[in-house]
């Protein structure tokens, strides 16, 4: 089946989405396999997917859509609990690392082999970091982990992109949760040579990702940590929240916004 490029595969890139869902999509699928479809994605990083009827129904709305390249963790016993999806126009190649977060639906490595006419082949790893609640050492176990493997990284171009419940203290938030544990995982991430990749383009910008339900207070956390050998062929990094056909609410179609990053 022959499937017409994007326009920024046209011009030689990839357009890469991480959009965390909410549970599964839900009776929300539809309108977010068309949401994905308007942001001419190449490479979709999906978190909190499942494998109930409706996450099966969103996997399939992407292949017909050109995302016939499919990998997740979801579990067959355990349908309805969150896991990570990735989908692309192009082959993927599970990856195994000797180190990395132990947490085998929240973690997943692969090698993306994208054509040389849009850069070629790359390294994704595809990360939904545990919530602060209720063990936040398993958060801080997954954080130190992501550290671990990146500071030992020799395996080329690369990015962990995702939902890193995480951020710079002042600035990633409206209100303080972040503390110095957070802030300085993101510090060594950069010091190791993982620039979060929207923070290095935009400084002091202070845009939220998501929004406390009870407060209304604003997170930046869905990021994408890009390393050296890949860092010079990011061209634009943006957020935008999804739009549902006659709902203009913010949250339509989740309560997260999505992460867009374009290499070239």
């Known amino acids: 089946m022959h499937l017409p490029l994007h326009p920024v595969a046209e011009q030689g890139g990839v357009r890469l989405v991480s959009w965390n869902i909410r549970a599964g999509g839900g009776r929300r699928v539809d309108e977010i396999a068309a949401q994905i479809g308007r942001w001419r994605a190449d490479v979709l990083v999906c978190l909190e997917a499942r494998g109930t009827v409706p996450g099966q129904r969103l996997a399939a709305l992407l292949e017909e859509r050109g995302f016939v390249h499919q990998r997740t963790t979801t579990d067959p016993a355990r349908p309805a609990v969150n896991a990570v999806l990735v989908a692309s126009r192009w082959p993927l190649r599970p990856l195994r690392t000797r180190h990395g977060p132990a947490e085998p639906l929240r973690w997943l490595p692969v090698r993306v082999d994208a054509p040389v006419t849009a850069g070629g082949t790359f390294t994704l ?109 990011v061209t634009s990094v943006r957020h935008a929240w999804g739009q549902h056909s006659g709902d203009a609410r913010r949250e339509a179609l989740s309560d997260h916004a999505a992460l867009i990053l374009d290499l070239r």
């Open 125 to 233: 790893g595809a990360m939904h970091v545990p919530n602060f609640v209720p063990d936040r050492e398993r958060k801080f176990a997954y954080l130190d982990a992501l550290h671990g493997l990146a500071r030992g990284w020799r395996g080329g171009p690369a990015l962990f992109v995702g939902d890193t419940n995480t951020g710079r203290t002042g600035i990633d938030e409206e209100r303080p949760v972040f503390n110095a544990r957070h802030d300085g995982w993101m510090v060594a991430m950069d010091t190791a040579g993982w620039r979060d990749a929207f923070r290095a383009r935009y400084p002091s910008r202070r845009e939220f990702t998501w929004y406390s339900p009870n407060g209304g207070n604003g997170f930046r956390l869905d990021q994408a940590f890009v390393n050296t050998r890949l860092a010079p062929r």
